[in-house]
Structure formats: C-alpha cells, structure tokens
C-alpha cells in the first residue's frame, strides 16, 4: 500500500468509507456468532474433552504394535483394488460421453440439460449412501462396492469434464470443422487435445479417490478391506485396525506416486 | 462457369436486421480478390457463410455445382474439404504438433478411427512434409503449435488449408494479427501457393495498400453491400471515401 | 538439397522411448483390469436379480412419508449443516499449517516437508467412516465425533491445495521481505498468505460443499447428522421414510452447490 493510495482514501467520505466495510463486518460478525452458536451444538465441554482425550491416547497406545499378519489382510485390500479399477473404468467410460453430452457448446440445450441432471444426480449422493442402496439390489459384497463407485466417478469426471469442454477455444473447434471433418473428427482433433490433459488429471483424481473411497464402502457391506476394519473395530482388536489403516495409507502412498509417472507419460 | 457464384446473399443475426443485404458475387479462375470495407460491415460475414460455419439467411452460394446455402451433414462436409480457410489467429490446435495440424486438413477424407490413430495416408504425409518445407518449417515438424510465433503460425494455417486440395481458398484478415514485414511474408507464401495449385483466394483485408498490391481485383463493402468492384488501380481516394466514410483519415 | 527432398520422408509422433512408456502405461491398466475382472466375487444370479430389486425398492419408497420431515429430519439437517460448517473451519486450521509446513519454499527444511506430506497423505487415506468410528470411541455419539471426523479428514485435502498454491506463489515478494530481514513468520504472513488468499476461499468453499455431503453419511456410525435418521429409517425397513430422507439430501446439497457457486462467482 503506497501512500498516494492512502491519500486517495482520505478524500473519499466517512458515509462512503465505512458503508462497504460496515456489511463487510457485519457478515464477519454474524458468521463468528453462528460459529460460536454451532459450535454450543456439537455439545462440547471441558469435561468431555478431557475424558475423549484420555481414551484417545489410550487408543493410539493400543495400536502398537501394528499387526499385518492376519490372514484376511491381503484378501480384503485386493478386493478394495479390484472395487477401485473397475469403479474408475466403468465410471470414467461411462462418464465421457456424458460428459460430452453435458457439454453447453456442443450440444442442443435440452440434451445438455439432461446429461447434467444425470451428473448432478450421481454427484449428490455419497458413495456410502449409494453402496447401501446397492447392498439392498444386488447383495453384499464387492459388486454393491464397483456400483456406488461407479456413480460417484460419473459424477466426479462428468461434472469436471463437461466444464472443461465447455471452457475449450472455439476457434480451434471451428477450424477443424472448417476442413470438412465429421463430428467424431471433431471431437478426436478440435476437443480431445484441448482437454487431455486436464482429463488425466480428472482421471487420476477420481482413481486416487475410489482407492480411497474402496476402503469404505466395507463398512456398509459393499466389500473390500473396509469390512474387516469394521470388524476389527468392534472387536477392540486395535493392533489390527492400525496395521489396516497402515497398509491403507501404503496403499493410496503408491497410487499418488505411480499418478505422477503416468502424468509425466502423457504430457 | 465461375468457381463461386454468390446470389442474392442474405444474412441477419437478429431478424429483419440484415447484416449482408443482397450480395452478389463472381469469382472466378484463378487469383486473389480482396474484399475490404470499415469494421462491421460484414466481411467475415460474407467469408463464413460461404464455407458455412455461418448459415446464410437467403440467397444461393453456388460452388462446383451445388449450391452450399442448401447443403446439409455429410453433403456440406464433403463440400467443406474443397473450401481451405485461413484465419485471423491463426486457430491452430495449439496441442498438437505442426504436422498434425497439417495433416488434420485431411480429416474429411477420414474415418474417425483413422484420424484418432493418426493413421494418414503415406502420400498425404509427404505432401504435409513438401508444404512445410514450401512455407519455411521443414524444421519444425514435430514441434508444438503452440510454440511458434505468430508468423510461423499463419504459415502452418496456410498449409493445413492447402492440404485440404482446395478449390477455393477464403482468408478472414490472415495478416491482421501480424507485423507490417511477416504480413507481407504470409501474402507472398499465400499469393505463390494459391498460384502454383491452381486455387482462386477470397481473402479478407484491412490493409487497403497490401489489398492493392496483392489482389488481382478488390471488392470494397460498406453497410452490407458491394460498393466497389473491380481493379486495384480503380480504387482512388473517391473510392476509398465511398467505402469507409468520411475523409480525415485519408490526409494522414 | 535436391537428392533430400526427393527421400521419403517419415513420420513418427512420438519417439520410441515415449512409445515404450505409453505403452507401459496401458499395459500396465489393462493388466490391473483384466486381473480384477478375472478374480474378483460377484454372484451373477444376484445381478441379473438387481433389477428386479431396485424395482421392488423403489415402489416401497412411495408415496413418500412427508409427515416425517418435521419432527424427525429437519433437526437432523440442522445438525448436519452445524457440523459441517464447524468441520471446515477446524479443517481449514489444522489443514493450512500442514500445508505450509508441506510446501518446501516456504518450510526449507526437508524432513519437516516429508513428515507435513506423510501426515496430509494418511489424513487423506483415512475416510470420514474410519475417523468417525474412532471419534465415536473416544467422545462417545454424536455430532461433535462427526464434526472432528470430517475435520480430520479434509487435513489432507486442505493442505495439499495449500501446499501447491504455496509451491506456485511469486518468489519475488517473498525475497524483497527477505531482504527487509523479515522473520520466516511475518514471510509467511504478509508474503505468502495474500498471495494464497484466492486458493483459501475457492477451497474453503469447495470443502465446505464435499464436507456436507460426507456429513450426511456419518450417522450410520452414530456420529450425528441426517445419516442417522438414514440409519434408522433403513434398519426398521421404512422405505418411505428412506425416500424422504433422500430426497432432502439431494436437495441440500443442490442448494449448496448452487450458494457455494455464486459465492465463486462474486468472490473469486
Ligand atoms: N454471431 C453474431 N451474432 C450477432 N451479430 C453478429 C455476430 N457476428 C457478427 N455480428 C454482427 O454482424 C456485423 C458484421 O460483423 P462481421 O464480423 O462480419 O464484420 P467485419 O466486416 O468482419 O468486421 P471486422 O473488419 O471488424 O472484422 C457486426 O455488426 C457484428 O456485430
Ligand atoms: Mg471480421
């Protein structure tokens, strides 16, 4: 802030100076005063937190030491990959035409409309809500999982594909179409390259987030390690719920540095 | 028989506020014609409609025997593959390399998995390579459009358009984002390409001077009509007056 | 010159080391997926069933029990909004530390950078489901184990948009404030931080909009929220009431997106 800046403000009048900051304030005050009010909410107190505190370091004690070596381990987490790649194949296959369809620039209005609404319907349910529905349809086990994560990946890369379609140059689209090439020419040469790379990005993303997600939607049934965490849980068997969580965080470690190399590949 | 034979050409954006009023145009053989006129009188109006990425509202735009103002899908890209363009930025992929940029003049002669494989004809390849090397970027085969200077980029425009085997080449302001010398570069390599394929130029100017110097005829347009039509030399101050307006800025 | 021009010339895209690694890469995920397709437990009759059931789920859903809403799901979604909003702001405090921590220009110290990244990676790892049922163990049910699940949960996110962002920012304000002889705290305050303000409201906000989604599934563990009344209505097999609740998550969470865009729109 120089000072001819400061100079200019002082001309400026006390009604006009403090009108936009007084709002400003105002907003500041009333979000702190709900934060304070919802924060009464969550039932919090001194008491409480002394007690959770001390049952959280008994805990933390109690995972170590970090147990790998029973057998349903291995078992559990190749089912959570399994549910992840074929969520995100599916999902990511499904998802770019929809994307495509969604897309304002491409398509008529009312096709666009339709191919959102799909979007923002598979966007609005949480994959575990989602993997309950599907334990209801189709039972329990790993297929329940590959569905709930399939809807969330349609969701995920349809929303952010079909934007970045939709933020391309059009001159490059136009050029293209200027040759006389077809509409899937069109795609392949005036889309496509406009927005491969951030697809990557989009696709890498939303696997990381099904390796993730994979390990969760055991909880309601859905197969895969989260499962055996539950049950591990319930039992207290706390050794063994971190040597889970352990090969969980291995496990997602390994995607994030393979997602680089990829990234690097398709540059 | 005329290579192009505009008639009657119509077009508003907003109904009953016509942008083009009543074209009629005949451009025949071989060489370039100018069209030149103040900003917003309709020139890229004109250009656009005759490949169509605009759709004219009346009139009939006869090339090789069809009339495009009527074509429709796989008719009007096969009539697009003869009509190369060549635009003010350039409008490269900017991802893909010059040479596909190049060859994607070919995309309307190609199935979609063809073209998504890359997969060009051998031939096609080569004619990529020689109009390259024609425009001054043999090296540069490989490089990222987006790489290039704007100069180095028209060039590849011109190619890609060229590519397509053409038999009508439309410019829309090709040296508008250009300086003085690269704009005369660009006329040169356009002027000497149209010549040795045989391909009459509908181009799109703002430098009267560069029209002048360039062109074999000029059309001067104002307010969505024809003005002017005929020689480079018949274009004198009254002319000029007629087609912009005004006269301070010729005193300068 | 001559003799050049006339040789075929040929063209390759990529280079056969560009090939290789591509090729690396497909092979590799087509490997993962035929692996997974080969080996993983479906039971076809229960697919070929789904259909049916999703059929037979979906007409015990109507008509929808509407009379629930008042008494039941509406305070669950006003605890549900109370969490989330407190979940971002402790994510948001414990997330941009970490993040700064996480981000080497700002933090030169590389052991501290890789247990910073450690932590955002394991927080990440980690899902709400998880972190609830500990914060249920420890502060027993209710919305204030959601509120801190969900926190711990977004450290990872938080920090890894802040860590970038950080990464990314102009090295020439920070220098000129070196060159003042500012502490690496007042750099990190009056260099960075402005310089990361925009990243701090498009991810408050985006978080915000993940975090109240994640809040609607917490209650299947007893961590509070509408999940609960989720929870409930499914185990006493009250379809109707399933539906109603449904139906308002979808609802919620469309007005969020739509609040949470307009404030980008004006914001950012
Ligand atoms: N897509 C469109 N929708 C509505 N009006 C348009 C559209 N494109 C052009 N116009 C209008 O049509 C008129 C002619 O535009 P055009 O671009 O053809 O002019 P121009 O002669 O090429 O101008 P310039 O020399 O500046 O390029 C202008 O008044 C413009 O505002
Ligand atoms: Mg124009």
Redesign the interface.
Do not use: D, W
């Given at each position: 802030m120089n000072v001819a800046s400061l100079a200019d403000k002082s001309i400026v009048t006390r009604a006009d100076f403090f009108a936009p900051s007084l709002g400003k304030r105002l907003a500041y005050v009333a979000v702190f005063v709900?934060?304070v009010y919802?924060?009464a909410?969550?039932?919090?107190s001194l008491d409480?937190?002394e007690?959770?505190?001390g049952?959280?370091v008994r805990?933390l004690a109690g995972f170590f030491p970090p147990n790998f070596t029973e057998t349903d381990i291995i078992p559990g987490l190749?089912?959570s990959?399994?549910i992840a790649?074929?969520s995100s194949?599916i999902g990511t296959a499904l998802a770019i035409p929809i994307a495509v369809l969604a897309a304002r620039n491409l398509m008529p209005v009312w096709v666009s409309w339709l191919a959102r609404l799909l979007i923002?319907?598979c966007?609005?349910?949480?994959p575990?809500?989602v993997a309950?529905?599907a334990v209801?349809?189709?039972?329990f086990?790993?297929?329940a999982g590959i569905i709930a994560l399939t809807f969330a990946s349609i969701g995920f890369v349809g929303k952010l594909l079909s934007e970045a379609i939709e933020e391309i140059?059009k001159?490059?689209i136009?050029?293209?179409?200027?040759?006389?090439?077809?509409f899937?020419?069109v795609i392949?040469?005036?889309v496509v390259?406009?927005v491969?790379?951030r697809f990557i990005g989009f696709v890498a993303y939303e696997t990381d987030s099904n390796l993730?997600?994979s390990?969760?939607v055991g909880?309601?049934g859905a197969g895969g390690i989260?499962g055996t965490?539950?049950s591990a849980?319930q039992r207290f068997d706390y050794n063994f719920v971190a040597g889970i969580?352990l090969c969980?965080?291995g496990?997602?470690?390994i995607g994030?540095v393979l997602q680089i190399?990829?990234k690097r590949?398709?540059r | 028989m005329s290579t192009l034979s505009i008639k009657h050409l119509v077009k508003e954006y907003v109904p009953g506020k016509p942008v083009l009023k009543d074209i009629s145009l005949d451009i025949e053989g071989r060489g370039i014609t100018a069209i030149i006129g103040p900003s917003g009188t309709g020139k890229s109006t004109l250009i656009r409609c005759v490949n169509r990425l605009i759709n004219p509202t009346a009139g009939e735009i006869l090339f090789e025997g069809q009339d495009l103002a009527k074509l429709s899908g796989q008719p009007l890209r096969e009539a697009r593959r003869r009509i190369g363009m060549v635009f003010q930025e350039y409008n490269l992929v900017e991802r893909l390399t010059v040479m596909e940029n190049v060859l994607s003049g070919r995309l309307g002669y190609m199935n979609a998995w063809a073209a998504w494989r890359r997969k060009f004809d051998e031939a096609d390849i080569q004619k990529a390579f020689a109009l390259l090397k024609r425009v001054g970027l043999a090296d540069f085969a490989n490089r990222r459009a987006d790489e290039l200077s704007g100069g180095q980029r028209q060039r590849v425009g011109i190619a890609r358009a060229v590519m397509q085997s053409p038999g009508l080449l439309l410019a829309d302001e090709p040296t508008s984002s250009l300086d003085p010398k690269t704009s005369v570069e660009i006329m040169e390599v356009m002027r000497d390409l149209a010549a040795e394929n045989n391909i009459p130029v509908m181009i799109n100017i703002h430098q009267v001077d560069l029209g002048k110097r360039f062109a074999q005829r000029v059309i001067g347009m104002s307010g969505g009509l024809v003005v002017y039509d005929g020689t480079p030399d018949g274009l004198d101050s009254d002319i000029l007056k007629k087609i912009y307006g005004g006269q301070d800025w010729l005193a300068t | 010159m001559t003799s050049a021009s006339l040789e075929m010339q040929r063209w390759i895209r990529f280079t056969p080391l560009q090939r290789l690694a591509r090729f690396a890469v497909f092979f590799v995920m087509a490997a993962a997926v035929a692996w997974a397709l080969k080996t993983i437990e479906i039971i076809p009759e229960f697919l070929y069933d789904a259909p049916e059931q999703v059929v037979d789920m979906g007409s015990r859903m109507w008509p929808i029990d509407w009379e629930h809403f008042w008494p039941a799901v509406w305070p669950a979604l006003v605890e549900t909004m109370h969490m989330s909003a407190m979940a971002t702001i402790l994510g948001l405090m414990m997330g941009i530390p970490v993040g700064f921590l996480a981000a080497g220009n700002a933090t030169p110290f590389l052991w501290v950078n890789l247990i910073a990244k450690f932590i955002l990676v394991a927080t990440r790892s980690i899902s709400t489901l998880i972190w609830a049922l500990f914060f249920v163990a420890m502060f027993g049910p209710g919305p204030l184990a959601g509120a801190l699940a969900i926190a711990f949960h977004s450290i990872g996110f938080i920090g890894k948009m802040f860590s970038e962002a950080v990464e990314e920012s102009n090295r020439g304000s920070i220098e000129a404030l070196q060159a003042a002889g500012a502490t690496r705290m007042q750099q990190i305050i009056m260099g960075y931080w402005p310089q990361v303000l925009p990243t701090f409201w498009s991810v408050a906000l985006f978080r915000w909009d993940i975090n109240v989604r994640e809040s609607a599934v917490l209650g299947l563990v007893g961590a509070g929220g509408i999940g609960m009344a989720l929870n409930a209505a499914i185990d006493l097999i009250q379809w109707q009431r399933v539906a109603l609740i449904l139906l308002t998550i979808f609802i919620v969470v469309i007005l969020i997106e739509t609040i949470v865009t307009q404030i980008r729109k004006k914001v950012i």
């Open positions: 709900y934060l919802a924060a909410t969550l039932g919090l409480r937190i007690k959770g505190v049952y959280g805990f190749l089912e990959l399994q790649f074929l194949l923002i319907f966007r609005s349910f949480h575990v809500i309950i529905i209801k349809a189709v039972g086990g790993a297929l140059s001159k490059q136009e050029a293209v179409r200027a040759t006389g090439a077809s899937m020419n392949a040469y005036g390259p406009q491969m790379n993730r997600n390990t969760m909880v309601v989260g965490l539950f849980f969580i969980i965080i496990l997602v470690m994030e190399y990829v590949v398709f | - | -």
